[in-house]
């Protein structure tokens, strides 16, 4: 899982990154940084999950 969750935070820093870049592309940066922070939300909620009930 958390393989997963650090290519999709690789490929969302990559996109904005291309975004800044790019100035016509600033939307992109935009939508890089939502994200990104959205996947690190999603990461760290799960993990939380994951220790409060942890399944043998």
């Known amino acids: 899982m958390w393989t997963l969750i650090v290519v999709l935070l690789i490929a969302w820093a990559?996109?904005?990154?291309?975004g800044f870049v790019f100035e016509g592309l600033m939307w992109l940066?935009?939508?890089g940084?939502?994200?990104?922070?959205g996947?690190?939300?999603v990461g760290f909620i799960r993990q939380?999950?994951?220790r409060a009930?942890?399944?043998v």
């Open 14 to 18: 990559v996109l904005a990154i291309v």
């Open 39 to 41: 996947t690190l939300v």
């Open 53 to 55: 009930n942890p399944t």
């Open 33 to 37: 940084i939502v994200l990104f922070v």
């Open 29 to 31: 940066a935009a939508v």
């Open 48 to 50: 939380r999950a994951g």
